[in-house]
């Protein structure tokens, strides 16, 4: 992790060749400021990513140790969903707020994000604590906006949605509860916890389709809109194109005016008949 935010000292966002975690950045002095270079792959935040990574296996077999019903393996297996949990809140924040973004880390992030919850809903379905449908509705939700987000990327990026942080906070917080083994008014409230975790995964998708819709109509318009432009420009500045009323004409047959005193030529050539 970088002493100093690369934002607040005009930071470069270039990768420091062989950067190391904890080894201060480079500073280039940039005309009387000094611009930090971005830290390296071995940085705190990719770091926590791939030790979530590493928690998705270890959370998968220390929820089905004897049987998947043992209390005190489900104990340790929440823990390790816990912490899964924690370090993606921090390893974005530390990430945002130090400049260290890689290119690792957005592929890897999302990737871990979705495995743990996966693994934890698809795991408890398979031991009878969730019903299928429930976790086909989350799984497919989660698939379907990542393959919106590509749809729509050369458009733009969809960002993040305070009801998307929310649904997240709420399947995690459901999820975890399931893990664990409760009883009586608990296990009654985590039922509640996971029905308000699917109305908003149901409620925040449809928003992004319609943030999706949105952004593809305004990109295609823009499209359309350079297309034409191009159009009209092409239109009289091409070779033989049709001349624009208050332009000289364009073309072979365009010729320039006689110069006084000269020899009465045509003055032909590329610059002929443009217009400035």
Not at 104 to 116: R, Y
Not at 117 to 137: E, F, K
Not at 184 to 204: K, Q
Request: proline share 7%; aromatic share 6%.
């Amino acid at each position: 992790m970088t002493g100093v935010p690369a934002s607040a000292s005009g930071g470069t966002g270039r990768p420091v060749p062989g950067g190391k975690l904890g080894v201060p950045p480079r500073s280039q002095d940039t005309g009387g400021t000094k611009a930090v270079d971005q830290a390296g792959l071995w940085n705190i935040a990719n770091i926590l990513t791939m030790i979530r990574l590493v928690l998705v296996p270890a959370f998968v077999v220390l929820l089905l140790q004897d049987g998947g019903h043992d209390p005190v393996w489900r104990a340790w297996a929440w823990a390790a969903f816990a912490v899964a949990m924690i370090t993606d809140v921090f390893d974005g924040h530390l990430a945002r707020t130090y400049n260290l973004v890689t290119d690792f880390g957005k592929i890897a992030d999302p990737i871990a994000d979705k495995a743990i919850m996966a693994a934890g809903l698809i795991c408890l379905s398979s031991l009878g604590d969730l019903p299928w449908w429930v976790t086909a509705v989350i799984l497919a939700r989660e698939l379907g906006i990542t393959l919106m987000r590509f749809w729509v990327i050369r458009h733009g990026v969809i960002p993040a949605s305070r009801g998307g942080k929310m649904k997240t906070l709420a399947q995690g917080t459901a999820v975890g509860m399931y893990v664990l083994v409760l009883t009586g008014p608990l296990a009654t409230l985590r039922f509640w916890v996971m029905a308000v975790a699917v109305v908003l995964t149901v409620v925040t998708a449809l928003d992004y389709v319609r943030e999706a819709i949105i952004l593809r109509r305004k990109g295609l318009a823009a499209e359309r809109a350079a297309k034409a432009g191009g159009g009209m420009v092409g239109a009289g500045g091409e070779p033989g194109g049709e001349s624009v009323p208050g332009q000289p004409a364009t073309g072979p047959e365009a010729e320039a005016p006689e110069v006084p005193g000269g020899s009465g030529a045509s003055a032909k050539g590329p610059a002929a008949g443009s217009a400035r």
